[in-house]
Each structure stands twice: as C-alpha cells, then as structure tokens.
C-alpha cells in the first residue's frame, strides 16, 4: 500500500506481529497503539515469550491501554499457541478462531495479513465503505446488516490478487478518505464505482449508529497512603479485573464512612476529601475519595509510592491515589 499509513506493525510482517496488533487496536485509537506496539514487541517478540511471562507482566506493559481484559485474552492465547501449535500462530481461520480475544475478524485479518488467505474482515471502517459503495441506506450494525456487509467484504477479498492489502487497503480507505464525516470524495481511488457518491447520499450512508447511554458508577476509593507507602488490593472480577487498586467500594454518593469501614474491613474511613468523574467507553464513573486506614487484611497488601509506575494498576486506580495525598492537583479536590 504506497499510501497508506506507516504503522509499525505494516514495517516488519509476521503472524504474531498481526495478531498482537490486531488486539491492540480493539478500542484503542491507532496512534496510541503506534506509540506502544514497539515496547510491547520488544518485551514479548513471539507467543513463547509472552507464556513464559506472567499475565502481571503482560498487565503491566498494557498500562493506559484501556480494556485490560484484552491482555489477559493475549496472554492465554499465547499460551494456547505454545502448548497447542508449537509456538507458531495457525494459518487456519478455524484455528484462529479457537484463540482466546480472537473473533471473525481478528482471523480474517491474520488469515489474510500473515498468510495470504483470501478471508474476509469487516469494521466499522470497511462497512462504510462496502455500505457508501452499493449505497446501501440500511443499518450496517443489525444483524441483517452485518450480515450484508460480510457477505460484500467476501466478495471483493476472493476476487483480490493480494488478500491481505485488499483488507488492509479497505480499512485505511475507511480511516483516511470514506471517513464518517465529510468524505474525500474526490480524492478516492474508488470514486468512479461508488454509488453513493453518484447519488450524493454518501453523508447519509450508513445511517448513524444511535448514541449508546454511559452506566453511571459510583465508586468510594479508599487510599490508605502513609510510610511512603499505599494500600492496594488485586480485582478479582469487573472493571479493572486483575489490576491494583485501592480499594473501591460500590455506594451511593452520601455513603457514610461507618457504612464504608462495615463494607470495606477498614479500621478507619474519613469523610470524602475530594471528587471526580472518569469516563470509560461504556461507563460515567464519579469516584469520592477517602483517606482510610486498614489493618491485617486478607488479599491487601503494602506497595511504595515510587514503585507504582512498574506495577499493574490502571490509570483510574493511579488518579485515586493521587487524589487523596497532600499534594493533589487543585482539579481533583472536594468543591464545596
């Protein structure tokens, strides 16, 4: 692709490569991925690399990644490649798919990449574009509509010389020139095909997505922080699973602090000193923040503060502890 983005991934081929880079970019924008994939490849260059490391350690090189269960679907897909395929990612759609975090079209995009089948791939991007192409008015993300646009991408990937440039041809098209909003029609290299663009309906192809409503969370963050030290605990499940984090207590805003020493095994909570709201794709999260002392608990341990960019611990967990010691940034703090 002579025009297309230079990504790293894109520089030196291979099937792992694809694959790590196919999860990285699950919910993650590409120029955050860009910026990580060549850390994350240095510390785990193949499938065996990353088995032989703990799923902590693949945790920790995720950090401000987002959607930590895509590390953890990683880690015990690397594993599966080792144990079951000698360490060598499988070429067979139906073997990729076996993987753990490997859906349709992380398969297609392995299958096709890496090995030159000819597999289809569809995202939002590609959908668009197969959508704007036929000048399909119909939603592309019902399951009539996906099923339209699979079939669409089929398609045009069995007739392709080069599978794995089509694929990524579309998706870049997708990203760079038939983007959502004011299209490069004539820029396009398509443009003499697409019916949309005869028709001027391409802002009107495919109809919008309706917005989807954020949960709204409220979390009380409990920082026993002193000695140079903080309290933390691993999630066992939900948001953040498998990261630490001070412990954080579901409640509603006016939770009192014995209703949050009762829930928590806390010896001691103050009231909140200070307040702010974090956004995931899907949640509204507002974290209250209280200083807390804990005794002797089970799965709570002690780590130093100048030792926490080295651990596995989310980027919400981080800004609650900053939050609660003595020199906060002025936004983080309680307003009256």
């Known amino acids: 692709m002579k025009a297309g983005r230079d990504l790293p991934w894109r520089r ?16 993650t924008q590409v120029v955050r991925v860009a910026e990580r994939f060549p850390e994350f490849m240095e510390r785990f260059p193949d499938p065996a690399a990353m088995a032989r490391s703990s799923v902590e350690s693949v945790l920790r090189c995720w950090r401000g990644l987002g959607y930590y269960r895509r590390a953890r679907s990683l880690h015990a897909a690397a594993c599966q490649i080792v144990t079951v395929h000698g360490g060598k990612v499988p070429d067979d759609p139906i073997a990729l798919r076996e993987l753990p975090g490997v859906g349709r079209y992380t398969a297609g995009a392995i299958a096709s990449i890496a090995f030159g089948q000819a597999e289809p791939i569809v995202d939002g991007n590609v959908a668009r574009v197969v959508s704007r192409l036929a000048d399909r008015r119909a939603s592309a993300i019902d399951r009539a ?8 991408a089929t398609h045009i990937v069995q007739a392709a010389a080069n599978p794995g440039h089509t694929n990524e041809a579309l998706m870049e098209l997708g990203a760079t020139v038939c983007t959502p909003v004011s299209p490069r029609c004539d820029t396009c290299p398509l443009r003499a095909m697409c019916a949309s663009r005869k028709a001027g309906s391409q802002d009107l192809v495919p109809p919008p997505k309706p917005g989807a409503k954020r949960q709204t969370v409220v979390l ?67 974290f209250i923040v209280h200083a807390a002392r804990f005794g002797r608990r089970a799965g709570l341990r002690r780590i130093r503060l100048d030792r926490l960019s080295g651990e596995a611990i989310s980027a919400a967990a981080l800004r609650v502890i900053r939050a609660a010691r003595q020199d906060r940034p002025r936004a983080d703090r309680l307003q009256p």
């Open 220 to 286: 009380h963050g409990l920082v026993d922080a002193r000695d140079g030290t903080v309290a933390m605990e691993q999630r066992a499940s939900g948001l953040w699973q498998g990261l630490l984090s001070p412990p954080l207590v579901p409640g509603p805003v006016g939770m009192e602090p014995q209703a949050l020493r009762q829930a928590s095994g806390a010896l001691h909570v103050d009231a909140a000193s200070a307040r702010f709201d974090f956004q995931t794709t899907h949640r509204a999260i507002r």
């Open 145 to 152: 509509g996906l099923a339209w646009c699979w079939e669409a």
């Open 12 to 27: 030196k081929r291979s099937a792992w490569a694809t694959l790590v880079s196919e999860i990285l970019l699950q919910q």
